[in-house]
Each structure stands twice: as C-alpha cells, then as structure tokens.
C-alpha cells in the first residue's frame, strides 16, 4: 500500500471484540489506526492506542485533536463502543435507559461532531457505525438495546444525507450474532434479577440470546466487512454481517404481516 491510499482510522472500543477485530484488520491492510478504550489493553497488535470515554465530551474532543496532531488528517471513524442492557422494558429503570442511550447512541454523536469538522475541510472522510440487527426489530428482553441501536439508526441516515454534499460517507454496519466478550459483559437491569413477572421469560429468553452469540460469527469476520467497505469508493448505507439466516431474517421482517414475524421471533425466543 503507497503512502496516497494509507487511511488514518479511528476506532472506538477498540480494547476487544469487534473493535479489535476491525483495527487489527485494518493495520494488516497496511492502514494507520489509533483505537480507543477507557482503560488500555495490556498490548494491542500493531495499532495505537488512545485513552477515551464516549460519554464524556471533553475526553472524545481530546482523542480526536491528538490524532490530528500526530497526522493532520482523519480519513476513517468507526463508532463501535457500545453496551448492552438485559431485561424487560418494564423492569428497566429510566436511569438504566440513559446510561443505554448515552454510549450507544450521544457516544457516537459526541465523535461525529468532533471529527466532522475535519472532514468537511478535508472534503472527504468515512464514518462507521456500528448498529445491530437488533437495530432493524425490536429483540424481546433486549428492548432498550434495541431502541438505542433504533435510534442510532435513524441518527446515521439522517446524518448521511446532511454530509453527502460535503464529500463524507457515512454508512451503518449491522452484526448479527458474535462471538465475543459483549455476552459476558451485559448488564441485566436491577428489576429483572426479581420480576415476578417476567423472570422466567427472561431465563428462557435470555438463554437462547447468549447460546446464539456463543454459536456466532467470530469478530474477524466483521473486521473483514469493514475492510471492504473501507476499500470502496461510495459504500451503501448498510452491511448486515452475519449468517445467511440472519440476513433472512432481516429480510423478512420488511416483507412479512407484522403479526407472523412477530410470532416466528417469539418462537425463536421460546416465548
């Protein structure tokens, strides 16, 4: 790869998992990648690491100036840091549902503000983010998940419409289930542990959600999409990764009675 087509990469919650995956991906393809964690892995397989919470605008603002300082430009932002609630909606509380939707979806706005800019100057960029297909149906028990990954949704294809003019692509990418950390790492809301009422349909639910991701696509296989989609020139709006089951399934839930898909997704679940 000649100096002309090596892109500066950000990536966010690149400590494991998908993030990982995509950065190491991307250093073999020869790029620049600069990922981000709150807490530093204790190595980190070729690419640079930076110090940042989604959360917390000051700390995005002064990632995203020491890599403009290191390299005066930014070519690619992958939004990938994000979290998981567990439990029914109406054992979420609404401070659960904030702290939801701050990472998921305000982290992702407070890194598109600070890079945009740039970008706009530049007149060219890449943003990634990355959504779920729980962001295309609403996932029993993984309700407030699934809004937020709504909501980022409908951000990026807004915002995608705002920035086409100003030579920036912004594109979505949608896993389906994979096999990596985020299944030990969701957080379960407080009521679920003691519902009475819907303890035994989150047991059962909440089995076959983590023996799904348990059987799923490995990280790389992700990474390997976002080596595509970095590749092209004008990318689609959005990639689902994942089995072709997966990519049925999203399929049919555009093209089927509301009704029918909702119970074949019950059954899925064994609700």
């Not at 790869?1 to 690149?14: D, F, P, Q, Y």
């Not at 706009?120 to 960029?125: H, I, K, L, M, W």
């Not at 692509?169 to 519902?195: C, K, M, W, Y």
């Not at 992700?222 to 959005?238: C, F, K, M, Q, S």
Request: proline share 4%.
């Amino acid at each position: 790869m000649n100096r002309s087509e090596r892109k500066i990469v950000l990536i966010t919650g690149a400590r494991s998992g998908i993030g990982r995956a995509c950065a190491e991906a991307l250093v073999a393809q020869g790029h620049h990648v600069f990922g981000t964690s709150r807490t530093p892995p204790s190595e980190t397989s070729g690419f640079t690491f930076l110090p940042m919470d989604v959360n917390d605008t000051d700390s995005v603002e002064a990632g995203v100036q020491s890599v403009l300082e290191e390299t005066g430009r930014l070519d690619v932002v992958i939004n990938n840091a994000g979290f998981g609630y567990g439990g029914s909606v109406e054992d979420t509380s609404v401070a659960e549902a904030q702290a939801q939707f701050e990472t998921n979806v305000f982290g992702p706005m407070r890194v598109c503000k600070a890079v945009l800019p740039t970008m706009r100057e530049q007149g060219s960029g890449l943003i990634v983010n990355v959504s779920s297909i729980g962001g295309l149906m609403g996932l029993p028990y993984q309700g407030l998940y699934s809004a937020s990954k709504f909501a980022l949704e409908g951000l990026t294809a807004s915002l995608r419409m705002e920035v086409q003019n100003l030579g920036v692509n912004v594109v979505l990418l949608e896993p389906g289930d994979i096999h990596t950390a985020f299944t030990a790492n969701r957080r379960h809301t407080a009521g679920s542990q003691t519902s009475p009422v819907y303890q035994a349909g989150y047991a059962t639910a909440l089995s076959k959600i983590e023996s799904d991701e348990r059987n799923g696509a490995s990280a790389e296989v992700v990474g390997a999409a976002l080596v595509r989609i970095v590749n092209l020139h004008a990318p689609r709006p959005r990639y689902v990764v994942g089995p072709f089951y997966e990519k049925l399934a999203v399929i049919a839930s555009r093209l089927l009675p509301s009704r029918l898909f909702e119970k074949l997704l019950m059954s899925n679940y064994g609700l």
